[in-house]
Every structure is written in structure tokens, then in C-alpha cells.
């Protein structure tokens, strides 16, 4: 069997386990000084003047909301493609969450929809920075400034990119980064608030620190979990224990997608795991990470252009876009293919996993039923494949993964052309 390529790839520092075993010695694994010293240096590498870390991207979410200074009951705008815990929270909050559709070129909110999901009862809007590409804040920010609408930008994919050198999650009155096992600065979990306005911040903050500390079993538990998970998706590890249920899932035209993320469903009552504090250990990693971040996602945007150039001219293929003024963090690399499923069916039985579920349309899950909208560029870009260009994979990883994609676009091209010759 070949060796198989998972669609995702985790960063890893090369010292974690003797950071780790470093910070359990000194009985730091709960409470220590790198908490503050994280969310510093945080604020202090991307330009916000404040961060409050918690123990997700959503929560931080959630305590910015609870923390704003605007009647509940209004509404909340967010763009129809993005991840469904984001909408709910802000139900959970006591909001109402209103969708706008995205542009399918860049996957991202569209300055338009925004303008006309936008009503007298509209507060805030939360642009969603998918797969790493920054929204058109230009145009964003001169619709909430005309508007008066507060903009939460989410920023789970996009750490390190920026718009008009301007650090996502710093353009608008406050933004979220997800520091999960598999995002741009991985902590093994955990999330972080940042913000501008003191007084917000300091409100943000309260929330957070009202919650208790982590046992220590359950600290243990997050840093086992995301090795396990990090470990499993490495390539010899990949190919002998996830990869061959994937490749038997192909043959029989199934898709375990669906098993493979948490089950939508309403968050009235947090999982446990919500009302924790982010742990000292879990900071020192990034702390650490935060020295590497930079190289990280330098080979990253290096492997897209790799896979951009094998690709190119490749008839049915419609590439990632970046438009001027803005980098792109590539936390996914989002490409349109003919017969999304067959391909993607070919690729992993030539030993390579594509990605086509992650984010949600939310305007038309039923969860959102009575908050529902039309959303023809959601529903176009939902149609898209992620092809893996992640930080740790080689050049000759690319040129293998860009081949087989070719490899089935060309396949499913050659079998219409016979087609149409009989």
C-alpha cells in the first residue's frame, strides 16, 4: 500500500514533550506565569492591544458577546458558510443569528449580502476569515461604520494572515483565534479574545476568570488526546490505522465525513469542557509556538504556490484566489474540481485525503430552521475540495498529491471525450 497523506497535518514543536515534562516538574501545569506572558505576546505579535485566552475559540466568542454593551434579542449577522458553533453561541447569548450569503470565489462574506441581511435591529457582524483568507475588510468596515455595527472578526483558520498589513482579528472592535490540535498555533486546545477597548477587555476577562481552573486529570487528558491526534494522522501512522477505513469508504462510494466532527445540535447547556480557564502549560506551548509561527506559515504559503503552479491550466480546476492588499494563511487550500465526490473518491484510493465537509451551511441547517436564508454562493462553494498543502508535508509530497488530482480530473475528462466519440 502507499504511503497515504491525511488532508490534515498538525504543528508540532520539536521540544513538547520536554516543555511539557518541564512545566509538570515545577507542579505549573494548571496555574503559572506563562498564562500572562502568553497573552501578551499574543497581543503584543499580531498588534491588539489586549488578549484574554480561554478554552475555545468559541467560548471567547461567547464572552465577547455576553460582554457587549447591546440589548439582547438583536441580530447578529454572519456569513452562511461558516462553522455552526458560531451561530449558536450567539443564540445561546441571546441574540438572533442572521445569514449572508459568501462570494464562492474567496469563500468569504460578501460586502453585499452583508448590506442587505442588515436591518434597524442588526448590532454586529462577524466576518469568518475562511480556510485562512481574509474578508474584504475595506468594504466590511465602511458598512458597519455607516451601519453602526460592532465587527467580530472569527480568526480560527486565519493566524498569520493579514489585510492591508494589518493582523486579522485586529481590524474590526474585536476578533477570536481557535488554538486547536489542528489550527495555525496549535496549544492542544484553548482559544483567545483579542480587542482594542479596555473596558471590553476588562469585562472579557472577568468572564473568563470566573470560570475555575482545570483538574489536572482533565488537563492531562487535552495533551494526551492531541498527541493521539497528531500522531495519527502522521503519514506511516495515517496509512495503517484511519486511512484504510477512508480507502474502503471510497470503494463503496460512502463518506465518513460526517462521523468525524461533533454533531450539531443546540448548546443551551456547555459540555464541561466550555466552563474551564486555559492552562499554564497549554500557554507555555504557545509561547513557544509563537517563535515558529512565522516559518510555519512561510512553508505553508510556499506549498500552495507549489500546488497553484502544478495545477494551473489544468482544464475543469478553478484555483484559490488572493486578492491584492490581502496574504492568505492557507490554512486550507479550497479549489473547485469537476464531479467533487468522484474525485475525491479517485485521490483516496491513489493514497491521497481530500477534505469536503469542515465548515457548514447554515442557512439551511435544520437547527437554524427559523432563521434560515437563500445562499446560491454557499451552496456553489460547498462544492469545493480542500487539497492538503500543510506546513510539515515535502515538496515531492505536493508534486504527488498535485499529480493525482490531475490524475482525476484528466480520468473523468477522458471518459466523457470517449463518451461523446461513440
Same mark, same amino acid.
Given at each position: 500500500?502507499?504511503?497515504?497523506?491525511?488532508?490534515?497535518?498538525?504543528?508540532?514543536?520539536?521540544?513538547?514533550?520536554?516543555?511539557?515534562?518541564?512545566i509538570?516538574?515545577?507542579?505549573?501545569?494548571?496555574?503559572?506565569?506563562?498564562?500572562?506572558?502568553?497573552e501578551?505576546?499574543?497581543?503584543?505579535?499580531?498588534?491588539?492591544?489586549h488578549?484574554?485566552?480561554?478554552?475555545?475559540?468559541?467560548?471567547?466568542?461567547?464572552?465577547?458577546?455576553?460582554?457587549?454593551?447591546?440589548?439582547r434579542?438583536?441580530?447578529?449577522?454572519?456569513?452562511?458558510?461558516?462553522?455552526?458553533?458560531?451561530?449558536?453561541?450567539?443564540?445561546?447569548?441571546?441574540?438572533?443569528?442572521?445569514?449572508?450569503d459568501v462570494?464562492?470565489v =474567496?469563500? #468569504? *462574506?460578501? &460586502?453585499?449580502a452583508?448590506?442587505? @441581511?442588515?436591518?434597524?435591529?442588526?448590532v454586529? /457582524?462577524?466576518p469568518?476569515?475562511?480556510?485562512?483568507?481574509?474578508?474584504?475588510?475595506?468594504?466590511i468596515?465602511?458598512?458597519?461604520?455607516?451601519?453602526?455595527?460592532?465587527?467580530?472578526?472569527?480568526?480560527?483558520h486565519?493566524?498569520?494572515?493579514?489585510h492591508?498589513?494589518?493582523?486579522v482579528?485586529?481590524?474590526?472592535?474585536?476578533?477570536?483565534?481557535?488554538?486547536?490540535?489542528?489550527?495555525?498555533?496549535?496549544t492542544?486546545?484553548?482559544?483567545?479574545?483579542?480587542?482594542?477597548?479596555?473596558?471590553?477587555?476588562?469585562?472579557?476577562?472577568?468572564?473568563?476568570?470566573?470560570?475555575?481552573?482545570?483538574t489536572?486529570?482533565?488537563?492531562?487528558?487535552?495533551?494526551w488526546?492531541?498527541?493521539?491526534?497528531r500522531?495519527?494522522?502522521?503519514?506511516?501512522?495515517? =496509512?495503517? #490505522? *484511519?486511512? &484504510?477505513?477512508?480507502?474502503?469508504? @471510497?470503494?463503496?462510494?460512502t463518506?465518513?465525513? /460526517?462521523?468525524?466532527?461533533?454533531?450539531?445540535?443546540?448548546?443551551?447547556?456547555?459540555p464541561?469542557v466550555y466552563?474551564?480557564?486555559?492552562?499554564n502549560v497549554?500557554?507555555?506551548?504557545?509561547?513557544e509556538?509563537?517563535?515558529?509561527?512565522d516559518?510555519?506559515?512561510?512553508?505553508?504559503?510556499?506549498?500552495?504556490?507549489?500546488?497553484?503552479?502544478?495545477l494551473?491550466?489544468?482544464?475543469?480546476?478553478?484555483l484559490?484566489?488572493?486578492?491584492?492588499?490581502?496574504?492568505?494563511a492557507?490554512?486550507?487550500?479550497?479549489?473547485?474540481v469537476?464531479s467533487?465526490?468522484?474525485?475525491?473518491r479517485?485521490?483516496?484510493r491513489?493514497?491521497?485525503?481530500?477534505?469536503?465537509?469542515?465548515?457548514?451551511?447554515?442557512?439551511?441547517?435544520?437547527?437554524?430552521?427559523?432563521?434560515?436564508?437563500?445562499?446560491?454562493g454557499g451552496?456553489?462553494?460547498?462544492?469545493?475540495?480542500?487539497?492538503?498543502?500543510y506546513e510539515?508535508?515535502?515538496?515531492?509530497?505536493?508534486?504527488?498529491?498535485?499529480?493525482?488530482?490531475?490524475?482525476?480530473?484528466?480520468?473523468?475528462?477522458?471518459?466523457?471525450?470517449?463518451?461523446?466519440?461513440?
Amino acid at each position: 500500500m502507499l504511503t497515504a497523506i491525511s488532508r490534515y497535518g498538525a504543528r508540532v514543536l520539536p521540544n513538547t514533550q520536554q516543555l511539557i515534562q518541564e512545566i509538570d516538574g515545577r507542579g505549573e501545569l494548571i496555574e503559572g506565569p506563562h498564562l500572562a506572558q502568553f497573552e501578551a505576546a499574543f497581543a503584543r505579535r499580531f498588534g491588539a492591544r489586549h488578549a484574554v485566552s480561554t478554552s475555545f475559540g468559541r467560548v471567547a466568542f461567547y464572552y465577547l458577546l455576553k460582554a457587549l454593551d447591546v440589548p439582547r434579542g438583536s441580530e447578529i449577522v454572519f456569513p452562511a458558510l461558516t462553522f455552526w458553533v458560531m451561530p449558536e453561541m450567539a443564540r445561546v447569548a441571546g441574540f438572533k443569528p442572521v445569514f449572508a450569503d459568501v462570494d464562492p470565489v =474567496t469563500f #468569504t *462574506l460578501d &460586502p453585499q449580502a452583508l448590506e442587505r @441581511a442588515i436591518t434597524t435591529r442588526t448590532v454586529a /457582524v462577524v466576518p469568518t476569515h475562511l480556510w485562512g483568507l481574509p474578508c474584504d475588510m475595506d468594504a466590511i468596515m465602511d458598512i458597519a461604520r455607516r451601519r453602526r455595527l460592532l465587527v467580530i472578526e472569527d480568526c480560527a483558520h486565519a493566524l498569520g494572515a493579514t489585510h492591508r498589513g494589518r493582523s486579522v482579528g485586529t481590524i474590526g472592535d474585536a476578533g477570536i483565534f481557535s488554538l486547536q490540535t489542528l489550527k495555525p498555533l496549535n496549544t492542544y486546545g484553548g482559544g483567545m479574545a483579542v480587542m482594542a477597548d479596555e473596558s471590553l477587555a476588562t469585562r472579557v476577562r472577568a468572564l473568563a476568570e470566573a470560570e475555575p481552573y482545570p483538574t489536572e486529570p482533565s488537563v492531562r487528558k487535552k495533551l494526551w488526546h492531541g498527541r493521539v491526534q497528531r500522531i495519527s494522522i502522521r503519514p506511516r501512522v495515517f =496509512t495503517w #490505522t *484511519l486511512f &484504510p477505513v477512508l480507502w474502503t469508504c @471510497a470503494m463503496f462510494n460512502t463518506n465518513p465525513d /460526517v462521523y468525524l466532527w461533533e454533531p450539531i445540535g443546540p448548546l443551551d447547556q456547555f459540555p464541561p469542557v466550555y466552563r474551564e480557564r486555559y492552562s499554564n502549560v497549554q500557554a507555555a506551548l504557545g509561547l513557544e509556538a509563537l517563535k515558529h509561527l512565522d516559518r510555519w506559515t512561510e512553508t505553508t504559503r510556499r506549498n500552495a504556490g507549489r500546488m497553484t503552479m502544478a495545477l494551473a491550466g489544468v482544464p475543469g480546476i478553478q484555483l484559490p484566489t488572493v486578492p491584492e492588499g490581502r496574504t492568505h494563511a492557507f490554512y486550507q487550500y479550497c479549489a473547485y474540481v469537476p464531479s467533487r465526490d468522484e474525485a475525491v473518491r479517485f485521490c483516496v484510493r491513489q493514497g491521497v485525503d481530500l477534505e469536503t465537509l469542515h465548515v457548514d451551511l447554515c442557512s439551511s441547517l435544520p437547527l437554524f430552521k427559523r432563521f434560515s436564508a437563500s445562499a446560491p454562493g454557499g451552496e456553489r462553494a460547498q462544492q469545493a475540495v480542500q487539497i492538503p498543502i500543510y506546513e510539515s508535508l515535502t515538496s515531492d509530497d505536493v508534486d504527488r498529491i498535485a499529480t493525482v488530482v490531475r490524475d482525476a480530473v484528466s480520468r473523468r475528462s477522458n471518459r466523457f471525450r470517449a463518451a461523446a466519440a461513440l
